[in-house]
């Protein structure tokens, strides 16, 4: 689903996204992480408007989506798991 904005630029979004990630807890993170990386995969989003709003060069964001797809990967494990 393509992402639209009514209020807001998707720069604003993304800053606001970023924050979000920030001060988030470890759950809401994961959370927060499988969205940023389904938007960026889907194209709604890009690499360089993410980097921009997380004050990244593009070694250190690669980094960063490498944790953030680890956390959905480590959490797809655990939601997999409930119930063995």
Request: some cysteine; proline content about 1%; glycine content about 4%.
């Amino acid at each position: 689903m393509a992402l639209i904005l009514k209020h807001q630029t998707p720069e604003a979004f993304i800053a606001r996204l970023r924050q979000a990630y920030r001060d988030s807890n470890a759950e809401n993170a994961v959370k927060l992480a499988r969205f940023i990386v389904a938007k960026v995969q889907a194209g709604d989003i890009t690499d360089a408007q993410c980097r921009a709003a997380f004050g990244l060069n593009t070694a250190q964001w690669a980094m960063l989506k490498a944790r953030m797809n680890a956390f959905v990967a480590a959490d797809n494990t655990i939601k997999s798991a409930i119930g063995e």
